[in-house]
Antibody, heavy 121, light 109 residues
């Protein structure tokens, strides 16, 4: 059974940093692209970042480019998202998900339950 | 960037009725790379349809997807009580960026 468990969310001040983690199990982690999708309170879904199975290619939405970094550690079956220079508009539930496809063109077949990031002073 | 528009914003129907949800893209979606997700309150999204019309594993056949180019449809043939939720379309044909529609809420009439 595929399981994705996010952690690392919390309350952070504007301008601060956080690192989110997503522990994966139940599938061959290194063969799957992975992604982060966020959802602001009461709003829709917004794709944030994606990384290829090998980790050699990464993709970021313009809204987070230069501030967020996606990475993965296949030895730990874990996906990460480093969030820097956080803004109030980054407040959201952050979901990790498995990606199917190639070269940044993915749909998402398995999702974690999400971790809440709140940016506020 | 491809912008997706979903209509209607809210669809009020009764169990047993047919639901037709629309997703329109601002540009043609390459290779019909269009997916649909269902999300219930407090839960993560669930993949329903990918590649415009292929059902994901375990998805009942009352869910079907169709369309091409810029116009896509999700149809739920007969609504079950568990189908009342928000539905999002997503394009992955011209990406990044991957984009989602704003969602259609299907609620009980």
């Amino acid at each position: 059974e595929v399981q994705l468990l996010e952690s690392g969310g919390g309350l952070v001040q504007p301008g601060g940093s956080l690192r989110l983690s997503c522990a994966a199990s139940g599938f061959s982690f290194s063969t799957y692209a992975m992604t982060w999708v966020r959802q602001a309170p009461g709003k829709g879904l917004e794709w944030v970042s994606a990384i290829s199975g090998s980790g050699g290619s990464t993709y970021h939405a313009d809204s987070v480019k230069g501030r967020f970094t996606i990475s993965r550690d296949s030895s730990k079956n874990t996906l990460y998202l480093q969030l820097n220079s956080l803004r109030a508009e980054d407040t959201a539930v952050y979901y990790c998900a498995t990606g199917v496809g190639t070269k940044g063109s993915y749909y998402f077949d398995f999702w974690g339950q999400g971790t809440l990031v709140t940016v506020s002073s | 960037e491809i912008v997706l528009t979903q209509s209607p914003g809210t669809l009020s129907l009764s169990p047993g009725e047919r639901a037709t949800l629309s997703c329109r893209a601002s540009q043609s979606v390459r290779s019909d790379y269009l997916a649909w997700y269902q999300q219930k309150p407090g839960q993560a999204p669930r993949l329903l349809i990918y590649g415009t019309s292929s059902r994901a594993t375990g998805i009942p056949d009352r869910f079907s997807g169709s369309g091409s180019g810029t116009d896509f449809t999700l149809t739920i043939s007969r609504l079950e009580p568990e189908d009342f939720a928000v539905y999002y379309c997503q394009q992955y044909g011209r990406s990044p960026p991957i984009t989602f529609g704003p969602g259609t809420k299907v609620d009980i009439k």
